[in-house]
Structure formats: C-alpha cells, structure tokens
C-alpha cells in the first residue's frame, strides 16, 4: 500500500520526537561553546553519531524485525543478554529516569527559589511527567497523531523561534576552542554524540516505526523498508537542522558567558538574555516536550518487546511497571543517574555502533558465520575494558598493551580492533569455508 504524504510526514515528525530528547538540547549548545571557532568541524563529528548512525540503526532494525533478531546473528544468548541490557540502559535504568529529570533539574530548579524544597518539588514535576507520559503510551496506536499532529509541531516552532530571536537580538562573541577540540574537534564531537544516546535508542525505535507503518496498512516488507527509510532520512535531517541551530547558538555565545558543566546552563543563559524572567517558562516548555516524546517512545518500545518475551504480563501492564519504576529511579537525582550512565554508554555504544552497520552490510557478510560473533565479540571486550580504566580500575599490563591501539585514549580504539576483527573473519570464511550459518541466526524477514 502507497503511504500517502500527510501519513509519511507524521512519521518522520514522530521518530524526530522519538529522537530529540534531554540530551539532544543539552549537547549541542555545549559543543559549540566548548569548541569556539572550531565548531563546524566537530559538528560534523557530532553528526555522524548523533544523526547518521541513529538513522542507519532504524533501518537496521526495521529490516530484521527487531534488535533481537539482529543479535542473534552473533549468538542466541548474546541476543537475550544484549537486548535485555540495552532495553534496561536506555530504558528504566537511564535514558527514561534522565528524560523526566533534566528538564526539571536543567530548566525549572533553577528558576525556584533558594529555600524551595527541591526533593519536593521534583517529586510533583515527575510524578505529573510521569502521568501524562503513561496515558500516551497506554494507547499506542494513536502515538503518531498525537505526536506528530501536536508535540512535535508545537517543539519545532518553540526552538525555531527561539533561533530567529537570538539571531535578530542575541549577544555574541566567539572564544578559543577548548583544549580537545583544539587538538581532535572531529574526533570529540564524534565522541560527544555518544551522549545523546541515539544510536542506542534506534534499536529501540526502528521497531517502533516499522510497526507504525504496518498499522497504517503497509504490509509489504519492502514498502516498510522504503519507507523506514524515508522517515528516517527526513526525521534526520529535522535532527541535523536543529542541532545546528543549537551549536550555532553555544559558538556565537562561547565569549560571552562562562563555560559551565553542560548546555542548559547555555540555553538559560540566552533565554534570560533574550526574553528576561519569562523566557523560563520557554525553556520549561523546550525541554518538557523534548523530553516527553522520547520517554513516551522508550516506554512504548520497551512494553513491546517485554510483552512479547514473556506472556504473563500484557503490554499495559509492562508500561504501567515501567513508569512506576522509572519515576522512584529518577527522585535519585541527575547526577547519580548520569553518574552510571556514562560508564555504561562507553561500554555498550561501540558494540551498538557496530552491531548496526553489521546489520547494514548483512547481505555481503550473511554467508560468513565468524564475522558477527568474532567483530562484535571483540569491540565489546575492549569496550568494557576502556569504560573499566576511565572508572580508574587497575587493569594492569591489559592497560598499557590497550594504550597501544591506534586512537585508545581517545576513545576509539575500538575501530581498529572493529576492522581487524572483520578482516580475520574473512580470512576464516576463506580457509575453513563459507558454510551456512546456524538455523537460528538465519532467521531474518524474507
């Protein structure tokens, strides 16, 4: 069935939404500020991970049906155990938490007053955050126009005309970049797209959208693929706009205010500048939005693939559990969430990273048994390795022998290990022959 073009634009509008989330607004104005005239190098980088990667990671997902079925192409019990970790991560054990409590702690504790009782006062925003979040994930189904009839639009002209007015009035200057982005601004604002968690996030959304599709009637496994991949490729363009405007914004303002720990304090600071006290309800209105939509679908995807894990609890019922853990696990505060966060995110992001662009190239790989198993399996051994020494473990001589690779210190060393693992794979398929890989690890849509 043919989508029409109203029903193909409220898709891309809703995985936008899906997407743009806490760290989404809090990043990009950061980066800029941090890297000063070197912005648009590094927010080149940023868009690879931020952007193309998350968009590559849906239409991975949608062709084979679900993260867990990309996974398995490694092994069945790394895709449990993967799948499961990365639903936990990205879900109620972080990115859900992280969703209700940066707008709050980002955009509306400042503004309290000094006495307030903050712990109070987090426990009413979460717990009307969390209200309205759970009623719009208690029906699926009407997640498209509501999100992309309503939230999106409503986000899109809050942030453009917070852009026009800080172009027409807003106070500018432009410092020298920071030391990182002084040396590597490709590679830190590569890195700095890890934080937005999106690549991570896509495996979670790329069922979501494709599942969308098929309830507007598009059967066909090619026509959802044709137009996953539209939805993707407009919603990240939306994406790629947005957080150059953001970016812009942090650059053009990095000698005017002092860097500071993250991007919200940026964004306060231009809003104060721009619209005085009363722009603190523009930001709260920003970054509830932001935020909202991508709880609403990390919930929706996550009830999803539990409910089809175990029968016992129907979809309701794991959204609703969801939601009430989700909101004791964000009363903890931002820092402690973020705080177990980043570790994670190193070990976890590179294998995701690589899981997708596997998933990508299926069709030129899927005759060789090594390649999944043996890329995979050693990424995310030096993954856990590099998250480990940046928690200052000791690691001993594995710590200098991994200071070796190409880019290590930098975060990146596990490309090469990526490449070369590939390369191995290869070879064996060579020597030992291309035999057909296991019933099970097969199982793809046709």
């Known amino acids: ?59 991975a997902v949608a062709e084979f049906g679900g993260l867990d079925q990309l996974a398995r192409k490694v092994d069945p019990r790394f895709a449990m155990v993967f799948t499961v970790l990365i639903y936990l991560s990205i879900g109620p054990g972080l990115g859900i938490p992280r969703a209700a409590s940066v707008p709050f702690e980002m955009a509306i504790a400042p503004y309290l007053p000094a006495d307030a009782p903050l712990s109070l006062f987090m426990l009413l925003y979460s717990l009307a955050f969390f209200l309205v979040a759970g009623w719009l994930v208690l029906t699926p189904n009407k997640l498209v126009n509501r999100i992309g009839k309503f939230l999106t639009p409503s986000l899109l002209l809050l942030m453009s005309g917070l852009f026009v007015c800080f172009l027409l009035n807003g106070v500018t200057g432009v410092a020298e970049p920071q030391k990182a982005y002084q040396e590597v601004p490709l590679v830190t604002g590569f890195l700095e797209g890890y934080n937005t968690m999106d690549a991570i996030a896509a495996l979670n959304f790329g069922l979501v959208i494709a599942t969308t599709l098929r309830s507007m009637q598009v059967k066909e496994h090619k026509d959802v693929m044709r137009y996953t991949v539209r939805a993707g490729v407009f919603a990240g363009s939306i994406l790629a706009v947005v957080y150059g405007m953001l970016c812009y914004m942090g650059m053009k303002t990095s000698a005017v ?39 609403v679908g990390l919930i929706t995807s996550i009830a999803q693939y539990f409910s089809t894990l175990t029968h016992k609890l129907s979809y309701r019922q794991w959204a609703v559990g969801i939601v009430v853990f989700a909101f004791a696990v964000c009363n903890q505060g931002l820092n402690t969430i973020l705080s177990v966060s980043v570790p994670v995110l190193n070990a976890i992001y590179p294998v995701a990273i690589v899981l997708i662009v596997l998933g990508l190239c299926n069709k030129w790989l899927q005759h060789n048994r090594f390649v999944y198993p043996c890329t995979v399996g050693a990424v995310g051994v030096v993954s856990v390795l590099y998250a480990l020494e940046n928690l200052h473990v000791p690691l001993g001589v594995v710590s200098t022998v991994l200071h070796k690779l190409p880019f290590f210190a930098a975060g990146m060393g596990w490309v090469c290990v990526a490449v070369a693992a590939v390369l191995v794979s290869l070879v064996l398929g060579r020597l030992l022959g291309q035999g057909a890989e296991t019933a099970v690890s097969e199982e793809t849509p046709a």
């Not at 990009?28 to 990667?53: D, I, K, N, Y």
């Not at 231009?270 to 932001?290: D, E, K, R, S, Y």
């Open 1 to 59: 069935m043919k989508l029409g073009k109203k029903n193909m634009l409220l898709v891309s509008f809703m995985l936008f939404s899906l997407f743009f989330g806490a760290g989404n607004l809090i990043f990009p104005p950061f980066l800029g500020q941090s890297a000063g005239e070197h912005t648009p190098m590094a927010l080149l980088g940023f868009l690879v991970t931020a952007v193309v990667l998350p968009v590559m990671g849906v239409v």
């Open 257 to 295: 205010y002092e860097l500071q720990g993250n991007g919200a304090w940026t964004l306060r600071c231009i809003v104060q500048q721009l619209f005085g006290t009363p722009g603190a309800v523009l930001l709260a209105a920003i970054f509830t939005l932001a935020c909202l939509t991508t709880c």
